[in-house]
């Protein structure tokens, strides 16, 4: 390949997200530079989710294509269920989000938007170095509050009230653990130096993980399963986590709980070992 190939090709990646962002640029520049844009983004998105996934619980005891995804298919969600993790979700962003918002939207001043979008490899590469900061954060942090009576009792234990995760479940924290969970994730996009473009995305996708980590589904198309070698946590493993806490503390990866002997994996759902066992005692007869 020629030097002139070699530069149109690196050229064409410089411009692949250069349309979407100048597009963005001309159309949202005041709400994009507004300190408030990553709260809302972050907040919009998970509330889309949440709902997203709460009509599919509500749905799933009379939809079997939607219940045989389920982790727990018989133990169906219930009202009281929504409205306790709802309730605390709400007062949690109504008590430190909200005025952590407000905060930032006073003293910080306006994000500054540069002319050039992030190249194609730079945007993917910000997005992976910012998991892979916020996974060993988070491991770190989240046993440590499993480790230290008093933390456990104080911030962590609330969230472990059920042992069978839905996607409200996320965010039925403490308001210390949901901002320092926050914090990480706005704080690590800039120690990182990223392009803000990079930056909103690990965020929202950084909510989109974390829900489908609490959903309680085992879809095909969940990331657990499109990433090989059981490299990714997902949503069974989490749910694990629930059942025995001492296991599956990182949020993204395995690799730290592998290292740190506190991988485990999670049990089949009951079904397929009913399955297996109809299957065992079907060839037993026949042979």
């Known amino acids: 390949m020629s030097n002139v190939d070699n530069v149109t090709g690196d050229y064409s990646q410089d411009l692949v ?16 530079r507004s300190p408030l844009f990553p709260v809302v983004l972050s907040v919009t998105t998970y509330f889309l989710l949440v709902a997203l996934y709460t009509v599919l619980d509500l749905l799933a005891p009379n939809w079997p294509c939607i219940n045989r995804y389920r982790l727990h298919p018989d133990r169906p969600i219930t009202w009281p269920n929504i409205w306790t993790t709802l309730g605390v ?89 949901l901002f320092s969970v926050g914090f990480w994730a706005t704080v690590d996009p800039i120690l990182l130096q990223c392009h803000c473009l990079t930056a909103w995305s690990f965020m929202v996708f950084n909510v989109y993980v974390s829900t489908e980590d609490h959903c309680g589904y085992d879809f095909p198309w969940a990331t657990h399963n499109l990433v090989p070698f059981g490299l990714w946590g997902g949503a069974p493993k989490h749910d694990a986590h629930h059942q025995r806490p001492g296991t599956n503390f990182a949020p993204f990866f395995s690799h730290w709980d592998w290292l740190g002997g506190t991988h485990t994996v999670p049990a089949p759902p009951k079904e397929k070992l009913q399955y297996k066992s109809v299957r065992l005692q079907m060839q037993v007869l026949f042979l």
Request: aromatic content about 22%; overall charge neutral.
């Open 17 to 32: 997200l250069q349309p979407i962002w100048d597009y963005l640029r001309q159309n949202y520049h005041d709400l994009l």
């Open 89 to 177: 979700t709400i007062y949690n962003h109504l008590l430190y989000i909200f005025p952590a918002a407000v905060a930032q939207w006073l003293w910080r001043p306006p994000t500054p938007l540069p002319p050039e979008a992030p190249t194609l490899f730079s945007f993917f590469l910000g997005i992976l170095g910012c998991m892979v900061v916020f996974d060993f954060q988070y491991y770190l942090w989240h046993l440590l509050h499993h480790r230290v009576a008093w933390l456990y009792r104080t911030f962590h234990a609330i969230h472990h009230q059920y042992n069978q995760p839905f996607s409200l479940v996320t965010q039925y924290l403490s308001g210390w653990e």
